[in-house]
C-alpha cells in the first residue's frame, strides 16, 4: 500500500495538516489541495482563505509534499449557497456544512482528486469508517468532544469507499501534540468556528445583501404583541440574543426566547424562560432521508438520534413514513427542534443516516 496516491484536503488548519502528516509518516505519496470555495475580492478583513493559504503551503513545505489549488466558489454557490440563501426564504435556519461535505469536499474535490491520480481522499474530520458486512460503516469519531459524524450523515458507500479520515482514533489533544512535534506552523492555531463564508461579519448584515428582509411583530404565545423583529430570517428556535424586548413582563426577569415563527403572518412567536413548554417537543417530522448503507433500516427502530451537533445522542424511536419522511419520537423532550437542521440518526457508533427537520410535533 505505501507508495499509493492520497489527496488531502488542506483547509489551513491544525485537523488537516495532521491528517496528511500521519499519512506521510505511513508512507502514502500524499498530495495537498486547498479548496477555494468562495469568491472574497470585495470582503476583505471578513476571510481568512488568503491566511489559510499560506499555512497550508507552510505545512506541505514542512511535510515535502506538493500543494495544489483549485477553485470550486461556482460549484459551491450553485450546490451549497443557493440552497442555503432557499432555506433562509423558507424561514427554516439551514445548516450548509453537511452540503459542503456531500457536494464540494466528496464530490467535486473527490473528482479533482481522481484527476489528480489519487485513488482515495482524506480529510481531518474526526469520524471513522470501517468495512464491515460488505458495507461501509461511518463511526463516531474516538474523542466525543470533537465527533464529526454528525456534518457527514449525508455521505453513500462511493464516498465511505474513496474517504480516509486519519484523525478518527485521535483526540485533540494528542492531534496538537503531533502538530508541535512535527514543527507545523498550524500546531497552535485557532480552530475556526461558524459558517466558512459568513467568517467574522455580523450575519444579520451578511444575510441583508442576498435576501430583503420583512418586518413584523413579535407575540407571545398567548397573542400579546411584545415588539417588531427585523425578518424571520435573522431568528432561529431558541434562540435568546436580539429580540430587543427585554426581559420583563409582569415582574419576572426571564429572557425571551424564540418558540416559533408563523410565516403566514411573518409573527416572531416568543416565550419567556429557558425551560418553557413551548420551546419543548416530543417528536419531530423530517424529510429527505439519506442512508449511509444505501438502503433504509427496518422500521420502527429503536435507535439514538441528534438534532445538532454536539448534542448528546437521545434515545427514540424512528418510523420511516415513506419514502420522503421520516417520524421520530423521542423518550424525553427536545428543546428548540429547529426546521432546516438535520436530524441525525445512530445505532451505538454507527451513523446511520438523517434527514432535514421539517417540524416539531407535540
Known amino acids: 500500500m505505501p507508495n499509493t496516491r492520497i489527496v488531502v484536503g488542506l483547509s489551513g488548519g491544525v485537523d488537516s495538516s495532521v491528517a496528511a502528516l500521519l499519512l506521510v509518516e505511513q508512507g502514502f505519496e500524499v498530495h ?20 489559510d493559504l499560506e499555512d497550508a503551503r507552510a505545512v506541505c513545505e514542512t511535510l515535502d509534499i506538493p500543494l495544489h489549488q483549485v477553485n470550486f466558489a461556482a460549484d459551491y454557490q ?5 440552497r442555503f440563501l432557499d432555506e433562509y426564504r ?4 439551514p445548516n450548509p456544512d453537511t452540503l459542503c461535505n456531500t457536494e464540494i469536499k466528496f ?52 464516498q465511505l469507499a474513496s474517504a480516509w479520515f486519519p484523525l478518527g482514533d485521535l483526540n485533540k489533544r494528542a492531534v496538537r501534540e ?47 404583541l411584545l415588539g417588531q423583529h427585523g425578518g424571520l430570517m435573522f431568528h432561529t428556535i431558541g ?18 426566547y424564540v418558540a416559533a415563527k408563523d410565516l403566514e403572518h411573518n409573527t416572531l ?28 433500516p427496518a422500521s420502527p427502530l429503536r435507535c439514538q438520534a441528534r438534532i445538532r451537533y454536539r448534542q448528546a445522542d437521545q434515545p427514540c424511536w424512528l418510523e420511516i413514513a415513506d419514502e420522503t419522511g421520516l417520524d421520530v419520537r423521542f423518550d424525553s423532550p427536545q428543546r428548540a427542534i ?14 446511520l443516516g438523517g434527514g432535514v427537520i421539517e417540524t416539531a410535533l407535540a
Open 32 to 51: 495537498g489541495v486547498f479548496m477555494k470555495n468562495w469568491e472574497d475580492s470585495h470582503e476583505s478583513g471578513y476571510c481568512s482563505a488568503a491566511e
Open 78 to 82: 450553485e450546490r451549497v449557497f443557493r
Open 90 to 93: 423558507k424561514g427554516r435556519t
Open 107 to 158: 464530490k467535486a474535490f473527490l473528482d479533482h482528486a481522481r484527476r489528480l491520480g489519487a485513488h482515495r481522499i482524506a480529510t481531518g474530520h474526526y469520524a471513522r469508517c470501517r468495512l464491515q458486512d460488505g458495507r461501509y460503516a461511518l463511526l463516531k469519531g474516538r474523542d466525543a468532544a470533537k465527533d464529526q459524524s454528525y456534518f457527514l450523515h449525508g455521505l453513500d458507500q462511493a
Open 178 to 224: 503531533r502538530a508541535a512535534a512535527a514543527g507545523l506552523v498550524t500546531h497552535d492555531k485557532k480552530d475556526s468556528t461558524g459558517i466558512c463564508f459568513i467568517g467574522e461579519r455580523p450575519f444579520r448584515e451578511f444575510l441583508s445583501r442576498y435576501l430583503p428582509a420583512q418586518p413584523g411583530p413579535i407575540r407571545a404565545a398567548d397573542g400579546e
Open 239 to 256: 434562540q435568546r440574543q436580539g429580540l430587543g424586548i427585554g426581559g420583563r413582563r409582569e415582574g419576572s426577569g426571564e429572557p425571551w
Open 269 to 296: 412567536i416568543v416565550a419567556q424562560g429557558h425551560d418553557h413548554p413551548a420551546l419543548f417537543h416530543r417528536r419531530l417530522r423530517a424529510s429527505q432521508p439519506h442512508w449511509t448503507a444505501g438502503f433504509a
Open 338 to 351: 429547529t426546521p432546516g437542521q438535520a436530524v441525525v440518526f445512530y445505532l451505538g457508533d454507527e451513523c
